[in-house]
């Protein structure tokens, strides 16, 4: 299905360029608002946003659409997405909305849409949103006595400091850990700090001043340079770096160095399990996820299902088969219990209570096992389908072959830009190596021909 606006996360694009403008973000209030709207009663949506400076341009704009077509608005201000899912469904609202752009940076946004139930909209929602976006719109408008009203909820950052917390097991503080935090100038930049210190935290702070230009400058999960820096220089027991919407988290051990998404998934599905609280027998992960993970996993007596990589898709996933773990290896991690969407903060919190509990450090909590060599690398193309080609064919299942039981290959194309991707891991380092780089020399040739 082509659609014109929405990709794979909502609308995304350069700010005040089509089609992240104003224009299109108060059609997208209209169409949105028109969609949601059913039966007599007053209808609302809450609208949160990251601190880019764009997202006072198109919040104002889908504030308009909204009020136009009769619902009610809330606008929660900065806010990270999984709080604005979870306050969708706390508010009673039909809708929910975030303007974010994710770990982009400042001069790119987006608009993402959460149905009532906090859940991310379906491909079939969103071509209905499409395709009243694309008709008369002023057959849309609500009568004058109809129009809806817009307020500012002062008490969102408290609600949802008070929904993380909760999260955790009863009694469990932080008192005596250090922690680092990078709120990469973006919309955890209160709540994540607050959060940590009223559990009793030593928090050092960083990345807490936007200014509307700086969201994930030289900082936050995309840049963590910063971080390691800085917990080698306080000595702290763990660093946690936030993207700009907060939904995604990377860890830093004391020693500075980086957990990975599978191992985050490994501590807190193991953790999980010990307590009696672990669904659907295993952990929810994409197909670039370690096959280390897999084994460890499995030597706990739990399952790893794979979906196609996005987080739409384990969520998919895990809804369909009750699991409540799930991730990518990207640090994006989703804990259904809790979020119907990745959750850095809740993550964080998740991954300091099993350090609080074991009172061991997060180098030893967090290395669960060892990762399989493993290989990524990108092929770009102007034209055509390389993959079709006979020679990229036989490479791939000689490829394969090669690996036998003993590791995985992906190759896939990018879903956002003209690439394909190959993944190769395996216990041998150099046969993954020659894999991947035979594939790689026969995409190359494909796409130059």
Same mark, same amino acid.
């Given at each position: 299905?082509?659609?014109?606006?929405?990709?794979?996360?909502? /609308?995304?694009?350069?700010?005040?360029?089509?089609?992240?403008?104003?224009e299109v973000a108060l059609k997208v209030g209209m169409a949105a608002g028109k969609v949601f709207t059913n039966g007599s009663y007053r209808h609302r949506v809450?609208? !949160?946003?990251?601190t880019r400076l764009s997202g006072y341009m198109i919040e104002s704009a889908l504030v308009s659409g909204f009020t136009a077509v009769g619902m009610d608005v809330f606008q929660l201000g900065p806010l990270p997405t999984p709080a604005v899912a979870m306050l969708t469904r706390?508010?009673?609202?039909?809708?929910?909305?975030? /303007?974010?752009?994710?770990?982009?940076?400042?001069?790119?946004?987006? /608009?993402?849409?959460?149905?009532?139930d906090g859940y991310k909209l379906s491909d079939e929602q969103e071509a209905e949103i499409e395709g009243l976006m694309e008709g008369d719109l002023s057959a849309l408008l609500a009568m004058p006595e109809k129009i809806g009203r817009a307020k500012r909820i002062d008490s969102a950052r408290e609600r949802y400091i008070e929904f993380a917390k909760r999260t955790l097991p009863k009694n469990v503080r932080f008192d005596g850990i250090r922690a680092v935090i990078d709120c990469a100038n973006g919309a955890g930049y209160k709540v994540a700090p607050e959060a940590l210190w009223e559990l009793g935290t030593d928090v050092i702070k960083i990345g807490v001043e936007p200014n509307g230009l700086n969201i994930n400058k030289d900082c936050g999960s995309t840049a963590v340079q910063r971080l390691i820096r800085k917990v080698g220089e306080v000595r702290a027991d763990i660093g946690i770096a936030l993207d700009g919407d907060a939904d995604r988290v990377v860890i830093v051990d004391e020693k500075g160095s980086i957990i990975d998404g599978?191992?985050?998934?490994?501590?807190?599905?193991?953790?999980?399990?010990?307590? !009696?609280?672990?669904?659907? !027998?295993?952990v929810v992960a994409t197909v670039m996820s370690n096959l280390g993970l897999e084994r460890y996993l499995e030597d706990l007596g739990l399952g790893l299902a794979r979906t196609p990589v996005g987080d739409r898709y384990v969520v998919e996933y895990?809804?369909?088969?009750?699991?409540?773990?799930?991730?990518?290896?990207?640090?994006? /991690?989703?804990?259904?219990?809790?979020?119907?969407?990745?959750?850095?903060?809740?993550?964080?919190?998740?991954i300091l209570a099993v350090v609080a509990q074991s009172g061991k450090p997060v180098s030893e909590i967090c290395n669960r096992f060892e990762p399989l060599p493993q290989i990524l690398e990108n092929v770009r193309y102007k034209h055509g389908k390389p993959l079709d080609n006979v020679s990229v064919q036989r490479a791939i299942t000689d490829g394969k072959s090669r690996l036998g039981t003993a590791g995985r290959l992906v190759i896939r194309p990018s879903g956002t830009e003209p690439v394909i991707r190959v993944m190769a891991e395996?216990?041998?380092?150099?046969?993954?190596k020659n894999v991947v780089s035979d594939i790689v020399h026969a995409l190359s040739d494909a796409a130059a021909a």
């Open positions: 299905m082509v659609r014109k606006f929405f990709g794979t996360d909502g /609308i995304r694009g350069c700010a005040n360029s089509y089609p992240m403008t104003s809450v609208i !949160g946003k990251d706390s508010l009673r609202a039909d809708l929910g909305v975030m /303007i974010s752009a994710s770990h982009n940076p400042f001069l790119d946004n987006g /608009i993402k849409l959460f149905g009532p599978d191992q985050l998934m490994a501590v807190i599905g193991e953790f999980w399990l010990r307590r !009696g609280r672990l669904a659907g !027998g295993g895990m809804r369909q088969h009750g699991y409540n773990v799930g991730g990518e290896q990207s640090d994006h /991690i989703v804990l259904s219990d809790f979020s119907t969407t990745g959750d850095g903060l809740v993550t964080a919190l998740q395996g216990d041998d380092a150099g046969l993954v």
